[in-house]
């Protein structure tokens, strides 16, 4: 490292370190269970460091969100067991494996989220009805809401305690998120979820995406539902989550132009995309033996997220079977009754430090479900990706992934032996991949600010100006048919035309005037 | 300030420093004379600070645009004389003091700016035709481009030498970079120029922004006529100036929300705006003892911009004789023939600086002609602003502060002593005016990173990449009837009305079956 670069990095750390906490404000955390509250959690001790003062809310039935001394945390009760919330997530898994991905498992994954939000929507009104607790939150005085519009318990908090709401996602079924903030998204190249398009479209392939557009609307309105349900009973004046939602002051969006399509933002929303991936630990040394043993081989990074370490028995055979044939060793996070016969060159895990793994040089693939963590971890690491989609917006991620000839995609419900090691092959000895995935990962990683500091900076912006009013755009303030100007254009089609008209009827006149003096004339002679 | 803020500072300082030259590019300037250039200029020392080599193509005919020890200057032959030019100058200038704004006017702009832009393009093509300049320019190799595309020179070469273009620009008339970035810009809540509206609309108010921008089409092809023919002549496969600037990887855009109005964008646009008023000097020791001097009532800061320093005299007596009745002191950027009785709270000058003397606390109030710099340094400095729109962009700018309650408005073909004083005792004695720009400075200076950095760095990122492509929006690859899914749209239409017509057939078809068997039925019986 040159002394140039050591200074930067000094002169970066003392700048970051004295930027420190300036005004430190009170913030109501409303978070989501499950990885999404992965990322947040980094903000949320960002936030802590930097001096403001944090109640993080968590329902009884918290899978991922525990206690911290960094952070204060309130636990409410809610109207279902831990059983039972594991119990609609199972049924999501469950369908995975054995589904063919089509239409058909379009509405049933649509019907099992329903019945997943549906609980927690339950779980949500019980705090509003919590009133001790409601009453005590109040008279907190928090300056912010930050929350995950995933479920709608947070944006109702803020919109009752009147404070300005920061948005924290990676995005909402059905782009609600873009709905609802009034940002513009041209089908003709902005592509719709499960069309399964890129940015570039033939005539059929933006015909699709139309087709695909009305049905997300239509999707939309099923998803959301219980959500709108209680919002109009518990705000007259407000009749649908999307109304709700639209109000939020900042959109802290995990998105970056090198995994999605470039389009049209707005200026409240803030791109953080790969904020999950700055920070790296030395691995433990029993890892970093296995991982350093793997020689020029090196080795393969395998898990399916958070919600997902295990699978049917026979798919499981397909993997070992593909594994005991390669040369690369396997770190594989897998909870399910193992083989006998576990390969040598695999080595199962209930957990495993993921993007610590995928930052040693020797990590040769990724083998991902391709959630929105993985995949920027995978870019920020340039480790080419086997992709096998699950659920929700998996398969769109992945589909771009794909299309920059970064990664292979199999499906879970049909994978075997040589689908397996042929994509691996490919991805290990085709050159092209590693290449595409470096660059994608330079172009990523080469940003003016850290997307954590950016997620701090408008928090704090947020917090001390009350808001960002002045990057709210004005087509909040509009109808459908008055954003897309229909009633100027009808005005103007009726101005023309009755000028048209009354040209036409002037013509018609004078021509007749004309010819009836002629007759007339004719006559007479 | 705290030891925790010189901490902070010293942080930054060192950060930035050695941030310092990392990858020195070879980068040709083609700049646009005048206020353009004074900005552009804070970015090529910044540049050329950084250790990239600069060189800067100017014309023999410049006016603000001077050679340097920093950066390399090349200039090149034009064929119109100093005088010549100065006379179109002269023209736009003259009509400002004795044309009342209207459509009249803004067609007499119109015809002014084509003049003045048209022999500008004819020393573009001589540039062009210079086969030793250009052939030595293809030698040097440049990485990029730098330049305002108020002008096609810069473009044109881009594209000649096969470079990576960044634009740094206000805007262009008639909105045309946002044409061809492809930037959607609903009319709804978009204001178009010359409407005199702001974000929130009424019907009527609409309906005008709508036929405002039906008219805007047309100046616009008259504007860039020349431009478009130049183009089409130099590359057969581009044929208008919209197409060709198209290509640029990055706008750097002199923007910003405490200021414009809140719309979408698009991921290569970089808003810069505020980036002149960041540097700022001591004032010369007579200077300050002349605005220390002002006392409790302060003083007043007067130019129309660096084009503008003269106005017809019984236009200036106006002026004069309502400074004559102000305790304020007043520093006017005048260069006309000052009256024998110059009052003697003003002083006349014939160059200030502009910047330094808003900075200064006793600044009451800026009269200015509402260019962008002039108004990004009312705005960072907090001084309310008493404006004179003079031509161009000015009138819109002018609106947007007079809507935010931050200046008051008077046009210069009809000013009177009498109203520059009522409009002078408002801006210094009603609180609001300065309590709002506090405020609107406020949310300027807040800002996750200074523009110079931003600029700096996207234009850096540009040469490491060699583009931006992951910036630019697939949209660029459609033509008008395939962005708005017009053809997709018309499709289903078709598809729609031929099921219907299918289906009414059928109806008919098996009603007459239904009704004929019916009158045999009868008819048999």
Not at 495 to 523: A, E, P
Request: proline share 6%; with cysteine.
């Amino acid at each position: 490292m040159s002394s140039g670069v050591w200074f930067q990095t000094l002169g970066l750390v003392i700048w970051l370190c004295f930027l420190g906490p300036t005004q430190g404000g009170k913030i109501l955390v409303v978070p989501i269970d499950g990885s999404h509250w992965l990322s947040m959690k980094i903000l949320v001790k960002e936030l802590v460091h930097r001096g403001h003062e944090i109640l993080v809310l968590v329902p009884e039935t918290s899978m991922l969100i525990h206690g911290s001394e960094k952070y204060k945390t309130e636990i409410y009760p809610v109207p279902y067991t831990k059983d039972e919330l594991e119990g609609k997530i199972h049924t999501i898994k469950e369908a995975v494996f054995v589904n063919e991905p089509g239409i058909f498992y379009l509405f049933q994954s649509v019907q099992h989220i329903v019945d997943f939000t549906m609980i927690q929507v339950k779980g949500c009104e019980r705090l509003l009805n919590n009133q001790s607790l409601m009453t005590r939150l109040r008279g907190e005085g928090f300056d912010l809401l930050l929350t995950d519009p995933f479920l709608p318990c947070g944006s109702i908090l803020a919109h009752t305690f009147s404070i300005p709401a920061v948005y924290f996602l990676s995005s909402l079924p059905c782009n609600l998120h873009l709905q609802a903030n009034r940002c513009p998204s041209p089908v003709s190249y902005v592509p719709v979820y499960f069309s399964e398009n890129t940015d570039v479209m033939t005539f059929p392939q933006r015909f699709k995406n139309m087709l695909m557009s009305f049905l997300q609307s239509y999707i939309c309105k099923t998803l959301y539902a219980h959500f709108d349900d209680l919002v109009s009973r518990k705000f007259g004046d407000i009749t649908t989550y999307k109304d709700l939602i639209s109000h939020g002051a900042i959109w802290l969006i995990r998105y970056d132009f090198a995994f999605e399509w470039p389009r049209p933002l707005l200026p409240n929303m803030v791109l953080i995309g790969g904020l999950n991936c700055a920070k790296k630990a030395p691995l433990p040394a029993d890892l970093e033996e296995f991982v350093d043993g793997s020689g020029d081989d090196g080795f393969i990074v395998f898990t399916l997220g958070s919600m997902v370490s295990n699978m049917p028995e026979e798919k499981a055979k397909q993997f070992f079977d593909a594994f005991r044939q390669i040369p690369q060793r396997v770190l594989w996070r897998y909870t399910g009754v193992p083989p006998k016969d576990v390969p040598k060159n695999v080595r199962l895990m209930k957990w495993l430090p993921q993007n610590d793994l995928l930052a040693h040089p020797k990590a040769k693939v990724f083998i991902t479900h391709g959630g929105t963590h993985g995949i920027y971890e995978g870019i920020c690491n340039a480790v080419p990706m086997l992709m096998f989609p699950l659920f929700g917006d998996q398969s769109d991620n992945v589909h771009r992934m794909v299309a920059r000839g970064v990664a292979e995609k199999l499906t879970a419900h049909d994978v075997t032996t040589e689908k397996i090691l042929d994509a691996l092959n490919k991805l290990i000895y085709d050159k092209s991949y590693k290449e595409n995935i470096v660059k994608l990962s330079q172009i990523h990683l080469d940003r003016p600010m850290e997307p954590l500091d950016l997620a701090v900076f408008w928090t704090e912006f947020v917090i001390k100006h009350k808001g960002a009013a002045h990057l709210r755009v004005a087509a909040h303030d509009l109808n459908w048919i008055q954003y897309h100007s229909l009633d100027v254009i009808g005005f103007l089609l009726i101005i023309v035309l009755t000028v048209l008209w009354v040209m036409i009827k002037c013509c018609l006149f004078f021509t007749r005037k004309f010819f009836s003096k002629g007759t007339s004339k004719r006559k007479s002679e």
